[in-house]
């Protein structure tokens, strides 16, 4: 007589969709309160500047939140505003925000981008997309958290833990940052557009992390297929 495996006995946990997406994301929201948030969630709250959002987040990319958080806080006190920036020299801004990933790059990026929106848009940073996409170093992730938590106005931002745990739920498929964008503003409700990158980015940083989930001490472990997981702790 066989032994009957239980596995494949177990009830299988079907995709997330917007019936149980409350429950997940309350969930999360739960784990989130008893850990920090995004520097850049951070940087916004204290300061309510479009400026800070995006030159932060612009420093963030490829950096970890202790080292963005330490540069940020050195170039606003060096470089408050985006007039300020506007005159710096790259080579000071480079020296002040080391040692950020790719300061050397970044630095000029800043200068350029103060400058542009001093001389184009009277020192006051587009709250459109389309305008923002145009400064050079800005993807649609920065895009919209620069419209999202610099001027509260609706937005999705999608970076990888957005797009992995949204694909990991099965709430979407999608192959890419770019499409995981297109398929949440059809599909999640606009009341979860502004909190759902900072939820997600947190839980992806701390729990369902990319090598190897956490699904043991996952609070969504119960509601979630784990599509696409093949090892997790």
Known sequence: MSVPDFRKAAKKIGPVDNRSLAAVLRRVRNLAARRDAPVVTLIAVTTRDP?????????????QDATTAKAAEKMFARWPDVRAMAAADA?????????????????????????????????????????????????????????????????????????RISNIWGYVRTKNP??????????????????????????????CRPASPRCSECPVAA??????????R
């Open 178 to 207: 770019a499409e995981t964008e297109t398929a949440l503003r059809a599909k999640l409700p606009r009341r979860y557009w502004n909190e759902y990158n900072d939820l997600l980015v947190s839980f992806g940083q701390t729990i």
């Open 51 to 63: 400026w800070c959002v995006l030159s932060s987040c612009i420093l963030s990319l490829r950096t």
């Open 91 to 163: 080579d000071e801004v480079a020296k002040v925000i080391y040692p950020v990933g790719f300061y050397r790059t970044k630095a000029p990026q800043l200068v350029e981008m103060a400058r542009r929106i001093v001389a184009e848009w009277n020192g006051r940073v587009p709250d459109e997309i389309d305008e923002l996409l145009t400064l050079k170093g800005v993807g649609r992730k920065t895009a919209n958290l620069v419209v999202q938590a610099g001027y509260g106005k609706p937005g999705i931002c999608v970076d990888t833990h957005v797009h």
């Open 223 to 232: 509601l979630c297929p784990k599509i696409g997981v093949v090892r997790r």
